[in-house]
């Protein structure tokens, strides 16, 4: 009668005994059902073979010359845990066999076996192998997935941080924008109204100071009355350019010259405070199509708040860099930096902590900035100071 095949024919199955018939008996058993089989004689050999070829069963005796079973089983299960090990014993080594199941094995067999007994066994082991690595493989692909659906919830948290980000900023950028409208209308009609009577004053000192019988020292005071309607006009002046988005002469703007001009202006502000400069410029970056007048204000406005921050020295950084998209300017400072509480108020027309500062300078910068369709930041650098960041869009005609 034929022998029946087993389920698991294909699979290696090493038997280890120092036995030369039990390993031939054995043998021709186990490749009538369809399994390769390995042989060895002592734990070494059957090491080898492990490491060799991974069978997935193996029968080992437990006492052998060389290296006795319970060693090799124990090597097996720490460095080959994919081989499951059946251990042989002798008939009435009880604690044997409970040792070698504490070390590793997943049954034993007495000597001497029925091949019928044997062959069940077998399939038994095979089975829960079979079982138990399919389970380890669901745990591990549970594990795998886990961490990819922590990798998507992390990159998932983080959009929606930098979407949060950006919806506060635009939030802001409205608010920003209905300020600047509404500050608009009040300042157009102020500065209409306040100019009538400053004509009037500036009118009556000028003719208070032809007359022939002037004293020196009311002439002095009528001279401090003209300076300060001149001042009141200039705020007026700075009130209205902070909030009027009229038709500009846009051209081509070479910010690399600007940049030098500002520079150039200040230059004895910056010798007298003792200022070093970096400056990091890409000289052949784009020209900008703006109006030149107020790119000028930019640099202008920005590099003379660093020199106030700085009135005994420090370290005055300009930089402009460029790619095929934008124009990104950088002008910080090594001065105090912005106060925490400051840091969303300092655009904000009439905003000042300067002690005879209009708070137009920098409301005027980000006007111009939006305008252009740029952004500009302002933030505290680590090493202290403060750093201005404006992003300006570059057009397809964008020309060096």
């Not at 009538?32 to 991974?54: H, P």
């Not at 000289?283 to 204000?297: I, Y």
């Not at 930096?337 to 400051?342: A, D, F, H, S, T």
Request: charged share 25%; net charge negative; aromatic share 4%.
């Amino acid at each position: 009668m034929a022998q029946v095949k087993s389920r698991f024919s294909g699979e290696t199955i090493l038997v280890v005994d120092d036995e030369d018939v039990i390993v031939e008996l054995t043998t021709l058993l186990l490749k009538k059902r369809g399994f390769k089989v390995l042989c060895a004689s002592n734990g070494k050999e059957c090491l080898q073979l492990v490491k060799e070829c991974r069978p997935a069963l193996a029968l080992v005796d437990y006492m052998m010359p060389v290296m006795n079973g319970l060693d090799a089983l124990k090597a097996i299960r720490r460095d080959y845990p994919d081989t499951y090990v059946l251990m042989f014993t002798g008939k009435g080594s009880e604690e044997i066999a409970v040792e070698a199941m504490k070390a590793g094995a997943v049954d034993y067999l007495q000597k001497p076996f029925v091949n019928q007994n044997l062959c069940e066994r077998i399939e038994a082991v095979l089975l829960r192998r079979e079982v138990e690595l399919e389970n380890h493989r669901l745990i591990v692909e549970r594990e795998l997935l886990q961490r990819e659906i922590q990798q998507w919830n992390s990159e998932l948290e983080k959009r929606v941080r930098q979407k949060s980000a950006e919806l506060e900023q635009a939030h802001k950028d409205i608010i920003q924008s209905e300020k600047l409208a509404a500050f608009g209308h009040v300042s157009a009609g102020m500065a209409h109204e306040i100019r009538n009577p400053l004509n009037s004053i500036n009118l009556l000192a000028q003719i208070l100071l032809s007359a022939d019988d002037i004293s020196v020292d009311n002439k002095n005071y009528i001279t401090r009355i003209t300076h300060e309607v001149e001042r009141i006009d200039s705020i007026l002046v700075q009130m209205l350019a902070s909030s009027r988005s009229s038709e500009k002469s846009h051209g081509k703007v070479d910010l690399v010259q600007m940049i030098d001009r500002v520079l150039s202006s200040a230059q004895h502000q910056i010798k007298a405070q003792q200022i070093e400069l970096d400056i990091d410029v890409d000289r052949q970056a784009p020209h900008f199509r703006a109006d030149r007048l107020e790119m000028e204000q930019i640099f202008t406005n920005l590099i003379s708040n660093a020199l106030y921050e700085m009135p005994h020295g420090g370290c005055l950084s300009v930089s402009l860099k460029s790619d095929a998209e934008k124009l990104v300017i950088v002008v910080s400072d090594t001065g105090p930096g912005i106060p925490r509480e400051n840091i969303d108020r300092i655009f904000d027309p009439f905003f000042t902590t300067k002690e005879k500062g209009t708070g137009f300078g920098l409301s005027v910068v980000r006007r111009i900035v939006t305008g252009c369709g740029g952004k500009i930041k302002a933030e505290n650098q680590g090493t202290g100071g403060a750093c201005f960041t404006i992003q300006l869009p570059l057009l397809p005609d964008a020309v060096h």
